[in-house]
């Protein structure tokens, strides 16, 4: 909602929360206990103070949302340029990776329409200024920032999906593949899944943040060879 950004912050009248305090306690909300906990309601609750009175400040949720991604965006600043387009595109999507694990309930607010606040456009602009050393085509280099987002949320969403389903069972992953073993040892014998057992057996796990980087380097190979 752009209007957000465009209308000036009123001062806070006395002994009321400020909107900085208010997108604050907001943001830990989110963050011990997901987005969908956020109402305004239960920010002015923590914070001691009316529904009302927030409401003078910020006009409803989805404002109040914007203004929550915007402020962890500003958690950071852009990476230093190097001049290498992929150690920067590296850098930049390591920052994001850390971001959206820090934030888990920021991934699932980004699917939509692209954030609009002063921090975000900050970091748009300097990764796209980034691509534009790979290619002078800015179509063609906004799609590379967008497929290196893309690859990054998706990597982001597995873990989190972990995570996740750690917090529900209360099993780590070495306790639930234990508590799996036998039936995963009937389907091994049965050889109805040759490659399968072939993973099970001979592979070897890879840690998340090791997954992470050899994806990105086959993703970042890949702009590269279509940019060449």
Do not use: C, K
Not at 32 to 46: D, I, K, L, N, Q
Not at 192 to 200: D, E, F, N, Q, V
């Amino acid at each position: 909602m752009s209007e957000v950004w465009m209308r000036e912050r009123p001062s806070p009248r006395r002994s009321a929360p400020s909107v900085d305090q208010i997108v604050a306690r907001a943001v830990a909300i989110a963050d011990a206990e997901g987005g969908a906990a956020v109402t305004m309601r239960r920010v002015a609750a923590e914070l001691q103070s009316g529904t009302a009175s927030l409401y003078r400040y910020v006009t409803n949720r989805d404002e109040l949302v914007d203004l929550m991604i915007d402020a962890v965006q500003g958690e950071s600043p852009p990476p230093t340029r190097t001049g290498d387009w992929r150690v920067d595109l590296t850098a930049i999507a390591h920052r994001l990776r850390d971001l959206w694990l820090r934030h888990p309930w920021l991934s699932s607010e980004l699917t939509g329409r692209p954030p609009l606040g002063p921090e975000s456009l900050r970091h748009a602009d300097a990764a796209l200024e980034v691509a534009l050393t790979l290619t002078s085509d800015v179509t063609r280099a906004s799609n590379a920032i967008a497929t290196v987002r893309s690859y990054v949320f998706g990597s982001v969403a597995a873990e989190l999906a972990e995570l996740q389903a750690r917090r529900r069972t209360g099993l780590t992953e070495e306790q639930w593949q234990a508590s799996v073993a036998p039936y995963v040892n009937q389907l091994i014998e049965s050889g109805a899944y040759p490659s399968l057992a072939r993973r099970i057996q001979d592979g070897d796990e890879t840690p998340p943040a090791r997954q992470f980087e050899l994806g990105l380097t086959w993703v970042l190979d890949g702009i590269g060879l279509h940019h060449a």
